[in-house]
């Protein structure tokens, strides 16, 4: 099984920025598709941006030109790095994550969230 642990969220003005991380734990596997979802309250869980090992990422509309996605595979850490942030933006972030094992089966594994408040 591959865990997957999200960080660094918290209170950011409106305005501001914010980075969060997502940390992928496990023994022999590989890590295909990366993303990053949203729920904010009250409302169904979204995406955000998704990319994998092998295509550009793609964005939700309203997060294009704020929001930028990365991975490091050598840390095995997904990024999301958030840019020029909305009260609209207040959800909790979950890291989404599948790949192969290295005996060859699949896996797919999500985070415990981690919360993103923007007010002034």
């Known amino acids: 099984q591959v865990y997957l642990e999200e960080s660094g969220g918290g209170l950011v003005h409106p305005g501001g920025s914010l980075s969060l991380s997502c940390l992928a734990s496990?023994?022999?596997?590989?890590?295909?598709?990366v993303a990053w979802y949203r729920q904010a309250p009250g409302k169904e869980r979204e995406l955000v941006a998704i990319?994998?090992?092998?295509?550009?990422?793609n964005y939700a509309d309203s997060m294009k030109g704020r929001f930028t996605i990365s991975r490091d595979d050598a840390k095995n850490t997904v990024y999301l790095i958030m840019n020029n942030v909305k009260p609209e933006d207040t959800a909790v972030y979950y890291c989404?994550?599948?790949?192969?094992?290295?005996?060859?089966?699949?896996?797919?594994?999500w985070g415990k969230g981690t919360l993103v408040t923007v007010s002034s």
């Open positions: 989404y994550g599948d790949g192969t094992m290295g005996w060859g089966g699949t896996w797919d594994s």
């Open positions: 496990g023994n022999d596997y590989t890590m295909n598709t």
């Open positions: 990319m994998s090992s092998s295509e550009m990422p």
